[in-house]
């Protein structure tokens, strides 16, 4: 494991001793425990992205009766109102 250290102002400082106080738990384990949760908030958008893109492809693979397929923004805006 790596130690860090951080420079914050000092009521951002008090305030997260209060919150670790509140949790009986460390300054370390407080601010280890916010890491993790950035790195698998990342991981999370990026798994979301890479399903979300293949849910695209694969609507665009399928041959739908009726699909009109990719829409232009230009067609989009000139087509008339029924």
């Known amino acids: ?3 860090i250290t951080v420079s914050v102002p000092e009521p951002v400082y008090e305030a997260a001793r209060r919150k670790a106080a509140e949790r009986r738990t460390s300054m370390s384990k ?3 425990e916010y890491l993790v949760s950035l790195s698998r908030e990342d991981d999370l ?9 293949s ?3 694969e609507l665009d693979r399928r041959d739908q009766p009726g699909a009109v397929g990719r829409l232009l923004r230009d067609t989009c805006y000139d087509a008339p109102i029924p």
């Open 1 to 3: 494991m790596k130690n």
């Open 30 to 32: 407080l601010v280890r």
């Open 45 to 53: 958008r990026e798994e979301r992205r890479r399903r979300l893109q």
């Open 55 to 57: 849910a695209f492809e």
